[in-house]
Structures are given as C-alpha cells and as structure tokens.
C-alpha cells in the first residue's frame, strides 16, 4: 500500500465496458496507464464518472484490483465508496483493503437525503474500518448532502479523514475552509470549470474529469499555478473551459466517454439506462472537441 501525498491531479477514471456492457478491463488498464505516463498524481476508480451506481459490489473491487494492477505502484490508487447502506459500504471497504488500495474517497450518503448527523456519523464509520486515508466528497448539487465547514470542524477528531473534495459549486467554500481550519485537510476540487478559481486559492489538488482525455494538459494546469505563472496557466485554462463545462451536467458520463472516444483514448460503451448522445446534443460536443484538438498547446500535450 503505497503513502498518499493527496496533492496534484487525480482523475476520477471512466469505467471501460465492451458493446455488450461487460467490464473492459484490458481497456479500463490502457487508459489508465495513459493517465499515468502523461504526469497524473493519482487515480480515483468507481465514482460518479466511473459508472459507480450501475456496478455491483463485486464489480467495483474487480475495477479496483484493475487499477491496481494498471497503476503498478507508480501512483496511489483509491476506491470510492458509494453504497446505498453502510453495512454494504462496510463490505466494500473489507474487500478494498484487502486488494491494497492507497485510501478511499467516500460519500457521506446517496439515494438517502441525510442529514448532517447522519452523514457525520457514517463517515466516522467508513473511517474506523478502513483504518486508512479518506477522502470526503461534498457534492450537495448531485446528492442534496452537504457537510459544511463547521461539519468538517466537528470530523477533524478523526484522523483518517485526509481530504475533502469539494463540489458545492461555490469557490468561497475553499476560502471558508482555510479560515476556519487551516491545513487539517487537503482540499481538492471536484467542479472541473473552477480548477484555476480553487488552485488560486488555495487547494492542494484537482479530481480532473476531462483531464482523463487531456492528463498531461491538467498536469501543466496544476503545476503553473503551483509555480505562480498565473497567465500561461490562465492560458490553458482558458483553452479547456469549454470542454470543462461539459463536466457539469447530468450527462457527463456520456459527454466525457464521448471526448475520450474522440481524442482516441477509450470508447463510448456504457451501461443503460445511458445512452451516447445523438443530435445537437451530439454535434456540440464533436463541434467542442474540434476546436480543441485544433487549436491546444503544443508545449503540454498529451502523448499516446
């Protein structure tokens, strides 16, 4: 098990099916080594972007030991716990420790609206059994939980509670937590068109979406503004914002499956009830992705 610095790039990979929807794990391995030769920093298997609400228990620590073996110890790789009941997160995290994983990025609740007691309590759980770094994954917009600053204030007792990625969709959230609790945890964002706004202020890391097709760009994204070369970042930024934004939507999946079919690094196979998008829905993205095929950095791009 591999020590997790919880700073830099970390995609929250896509999970790889074949036409038929079974796992491609040969192809789920190539993009994820693809990630890593191109300068990430972590990998985060089975989230929301990984398809995690149509992939059995099983399944998941299938993708799991597949990222591992992918990864092959060059970067940490967590797991993401999103069950339904915590008895079935409990088992989850048994069979994830036993695989090795580095650490987990954990949400607080899902389907269940709960409240922050609840959601406290259930990530104090998660903690005590994995008895290895989490991270916290706030995201009220997709999951109407939100553990807010104070919350974490209460949770900083627990000391493998490592990080927070937040995904409120309000930036004076990374402020607030600064102020409030300082460096007690690695603060990442989760919202892919405010990776410039949260790394000015200060977070430690990003949990790239669109980075899974465009890795080594996000890495020289981070790392500029790491170095305070605010307009050569700000020049990227500006370039990947209109593919960012397609990261915020409640078809991501699809969007994001279709940009790494059309950059060449995966495909657009995914579970039902999704569908690859058609239409003008369809046509935009291509239209988006053009554009930026056409027109990135030479300096940062991604290699093959």
Known sequence: MQTLSWRGVFPAVTTKFHADESLDFAGTARHIDFQIRNGIHGVVCCGSLGEASTLTLDEKLAVARCALDAAGGRVPVLATVSETSTREALRFIEGANALGVAGYMVMPSVIYVADAREAMANVRAYAQAAQRPLMVYNNPVAYRVDLRPEHFAELA????????????????RITDLRNLLGDRYRLFMGVDDLAFEGLALGCDGLLAGVGCAFPRETVALFEL????RWDEARAIYR???????????????????????LVGVGTEHMRRPRLPLVGAERERVEALVAKALATRPEHCRSQP
Do not use: F, R
């Not at 503004?225 to 305070?228: C, E, V, Y």
């Not at 939507?249 to 279709?258: D, E, I, P, W």
């Open 239 to 261: 370039w990947m914002t209109p593919l960012l934004h397609l990261d915020v939507s409640t078809k991501l999946v699809q969007n994001l499956k279709l940009i790494d079919a």
């Open 225 to 228: 503004m790491q170095a305070g």
């Open 157 to 172: 007792d627990c000391e493998h509670i490592a990080a927070i990625k937040e995904s409120s969709g309000d930036v004076t």
